[in-house]
T-cell receptor, first 115, second 107 residues
Framework: GAVVSQHPSRVICKSGTSVKIECRSL??????MFWYRQFPKQSLMLMAT?????????EQGVEKDKFLINHASLTLSTLTVTSAHPEDSSFYIC???????????FGPGTRLTVL | EDQVTQSPEALRLQEGESSSLNCSYT??????LFWYRQDPGKGPEFLFT???AGEEKEKERLKATLTKKESFLHITAPKPEDSATYLC????????FGTGTSLTVIP
């Protein structure tokens, strides 16, 4: 149990385009989902926390208009990187947490490369 | 200020050479300490959750322990396939990750 998937696993896009990344909890209902980014040889940096049916809470320094998060159901959250630029190239990882549980289960990550 | 520190940053072991990884934390109202394994280019894989001092969890060659200030991940007789980055995270008011220990096990 506790499987989280992400799609796509890799995406390459041109500067100025928008990219959507999906995060799904496959065998449980995730009341809370988290989005992280990770630069090479660094740890995970929390970008935002989203609760199903409500607006996401963004960490300091993360532009909410650039990184749009939607958590429309208990099994799906999406992150849209709008008007992507090369500095947005990174490894984006989502995680999901069950209600009443502290453990986070992570997706396999999405490698975004902006040319 | 809540903080998580892992040491060493990198560790090279010979196959079969047991060792321990450290995770030191200062957090208000600890609600859980978590160990994850991360392979290159992949998301973290959940290993253990520890909730209170004195608690221990084991899985194959790995054993995690917890005190009021730190946690250890003991690796007994490691194999090359144990090579990965091991991440520690704690939950207080927020979820904090350490920077990880990169483990390399040499055949």
């Amino acid at each position: 149990g506790a499987v989280v998937s992400q799609h796509p696993s890799r995406v390459i896009c041109k500067s100025g385009t928008s990219v959507k990344i999906e995060c799904r909890s496959l065998d449980f209902q995730a009341t809370t989902m988290f989005w992280y980014r990770q630069f090479p040889k660094q740890s995970l940096m929390l970008m935002a926390t989203s609760n199903e049916g409500s607006k996401a809470t963004y960490e300091q320094g993360v532009e909410k208009d650039k990184f749009l998060i939607n958590h429309a159901s208990l099994t799906l959250s999406t992150l849209t990187v709008t008007s992507a630029h090369p500095e947005d190239s990174s490894f984006y990882i989502c995680s999901a947490r069950r209600q009443g549980n502290n453990e986070q289960f992570f997706g396999p990550g999405t490698r975004l490369t902006v040319l | 200020e809540d903080q998580v520190t892992q040491s060493p940053e990198a560790l090279r072991l010979q196959e079969g050479e047991s060792s321990s990884l450290n995770c030191s934390y200062t957090v208000s109202g600890l609600r859980g300490l978590f160990w994850y394994r991360q392979d290159p280019g992949k998301g973290p894989e959940f290993l253990f959750t520890l909730y209170s001092a004195g608690e221990e969890k084991e899985k194959e060659r790995l054993k995690a322990t917890l005190t009021k200030k730190e946690s250890f991940l003991h690796i007994t007789a490691p194999k090359p396939e144990d090579s990965a980055t091991y991440l520690c995270a704690v939950t207080g008011n927020q979820f904090y990750f350490g920077t990880g220990t990169s483990l390399t096990v040499i055949p």
